[in-house]
C-alpha cells in the first residue's frame, strides 16, 4: 500500500476504469462459506460500482451479467457522480436487450467489460453524489435522464450533467419519480397530441391493454381531464377475478372497463351507441398496444376522422384494417414512440414530468400496481437477470422496479 500513488484520469472513460482498493470482510455466515470482501472505495475516494451489462443478443437470463467498475473522485468538466435509487424493468428494456426494439444501442467498453457492453435501462432516478464545476447540479439533488439508452440498470453512474434532468424531489418516492418519464408520460402525450381539434370536456377516448402502466394513466389523466373512457382488458382466470380487475379501474375514473371478448363480442356496436348517445358523440380517440383482432375492433368503434394511435404490439399479430374505414370513415392511423418526442424536446419531457409529478403529489395520479426488486451489494446477477425475464412473461402483479438498498 506505502507504493501506491494516485493516478489522475482523464475524461469519462479513465474516471470509470480504475480499480478500487480499499475493502472491508465479511465473515463467513456458515460453517462452510466463503468469507466475502465488499470494496466499496479506494484510498483515493474511488466509488466501487456495479453494472447489469451484456455483450450479445439474447434473452436477459442468457446474456445479462453483472460487472463490478470503479469510478475516479476526480471528475470530468460538468460532470455527475449518481447514485441509483429507483429504475423499472420495461417491456422495451427488455426487447433492445434481445435485439428486437427499434433502436439499436451502442456497445463500448468504457466500463473496462472484457467485451464491448451496454448497460440496459432507459428509466430511474438518480441522487447526485457529487458534481463538478460549471455544473448547476449539487449534492443531493434528484435527477432523471434526459434521454433513452442512459443505462440505468446499475448501482453508480458518471454522466454529464447535460445528460440528465433535475426533478423536485419533495414530496416522493424514489419508486414515483422513477417511473413517470415512460407510461405516464406516454399517456399523457396520446391524450394531448394526437386527437384534431384537441380532446375537450365530454369526448370519449377508447384503448385497449387499459390495465397496463400507460392505461392506467391514460384513464386517471382523462378522468382528470373531464374526458370519457372505454377501456379493454384481457379477462382473468375467474369471473370474480376479471371483476375486480375491472372494479379497480373503474375506481381509478374509468368510465366503463370490458374484457376483449366482450368488445369483440356482436353485440358491442349496440352498446357503445347506447353510451354514446346513438354514436353522435363519437369516439374521438383510439390508444392501441396490443394489435391484431383487438385493434381492428377499435378501428370500427372509431368515430368519423377519429385517428388510432399504436404504441405497442403485445399480441404480435398485424394491425388489419377494412379499406371502407379510410374511405368513408377517413380514420387516422399513428404511431407513438415515446422516444423519439423526448429525444427531440428535453424541454417538453422535463414540463411533462414536472406536471405528471405535481398530480403526483396532490394524490391525483396514483402510482401503478409494481414489484420491488431489492439491488443491494449482495444481489446475485441471477436474481437481477430473473426479474427481467419475467417482465414479458404472463400476467403480471405489476411492474418490476430495482430498488436500490445498500450499494
Request: with cysteine; glycine share 10%.
Amino acid at each position: 500500500m506505502a507504493g501506491l500513488r494516485p493516478i489522475r484520469p482523464h475524461g469519462l472513460a479513465g474516471s470509470l476504469a480504475r480499480s478500487s482498493i480499499r475493502c472491508t470482510y465479511r465473515a463467513k455466515t456458515s460453517p462452510g462459506s466463503q468469507g466475502q470482501v465488499r470494496c466499496k472505495s479506494g484510498p483515493y475516494g474511488y466509488t466501487q460500482a456495479k453494472s447489469l451489462v451484456f455483450s450479445q443478443y439474447g434473452e436477459p437470463k442468457d446474456v445479462l451479467k453483472l460487472h463490478t467498475h470503479s469510478i475516479s473522485p476526480t471528475l470530468p468538466s460538468n460532470s455527475v457522480l449518481l447514485r441509483t435509487l429507483a429504475a423499472p424493468i420495461n417491456p422495451a428494456d427488455v426487447n433492445t436487450i434481445q435485439g428486437t426494439y427499434g433502436a439499436k444501442p451502442k456497445f463500448n467498453s468504457l466500463m473496462g467489460t472484457a467485451e464491448p457492453s451496454v448497460v440496459p435501462g432507459n428509466e430511474g432516478v438518480f441522487e447526485v453524489v457529487s458534481a463538478s464545476s460549471p455544473s448547476p447540479l449539487t449534492k443531493g439533488d434528484w435527477v432523471i435522464p434526459k434521454r433513452t439508452q442512459f443505462g440505468t440498470w446499475r448501482t453508480h453512474a458518471l454522466a454529464s450533467a447535460d445528460d440528465v434532468l433535475r426533478i423536485n424531489r419533495e414530496g416522493l418516492t424514489p419508486a414515483q419519480a422513477g417511473t413517470v418519464a415512460v407510461n405516464p408520460s406516454s399517456a399523457y402525450r396520446m391524450l394531448r397530441d394526437y386527437a384534431d381539434p384537441a380532446l375537450r370536456e365530454g369526448d370519449w377516448l377508447l384503448q385497449n391493454g387499459a390495465n397496463g402502466g400507460v392505461g392506467r394513466a391514460a384513464i386517471q389523466l382523462a378522468a382528470l381531464w373531464g374526458y370519457r373512457s372505454v377501456n379493454v382488458v384481457r379477462a382473468r382466470d375467474t369471473a370474480d377475478a376479471t371483476q375486480a380487475l375491472k372494479d379497480e379501474l373503474l375506481a381509478l375514473g374509468a368510465t366503463h372497463v370490458v374484457t376483449e371478448d366482450e368488445f369483440q363480442s356482436r353485440g358491442f356496436r349496440e352498446q357503445l351507441a347506447e353510451w354514446t348517445r346513438g354514436g353522435r358523440e363519437g369516439v374521438r380517440l383510439g390508444l392501441n398496444c396490443v394489435g391484431g383482432k383487438s385493434a381492428s375492433a377499435m378501428a370500427k368503434a372509431l368515430g368519423p376522422g377519429a385517428p388510432l394511435v399504436t404504441y405497442g404490439g403485445m399480441a404480435r399479430q398485424p394491425v388489419a384494417l377494412p379499406t371502407g374505414l379510410l374511405i368513408f370513415r377517413d380514420l387516422r392511423f399513428r404511431g407513438f414512440w415515446l422516444s423519439r418526442w423526448a429525444d427531440a424536446d428535453a424541454a417538453a419531457k422535463l414540463r411533462t414530468v414536472d406536471e405528471l409529478l405535481g398530480y403526483v403529489r396532490q394524490g391525483r395520479l396514483r402510482d401503478a400496481p409494481a414489484v420491488e426488486v431489492p439491488w443491494t451489494w449482495d444481489t446475485e446477477a441471477e436474481t437481477l437477470a430473473a426479474a427481467a425475464q419475467g417482465t414479458l412473461e404472463g400476467f403480471r402483479v405489476g411492474k418490476g422496479i430495482f430498488t436500490f438498498k445498500d450499494t
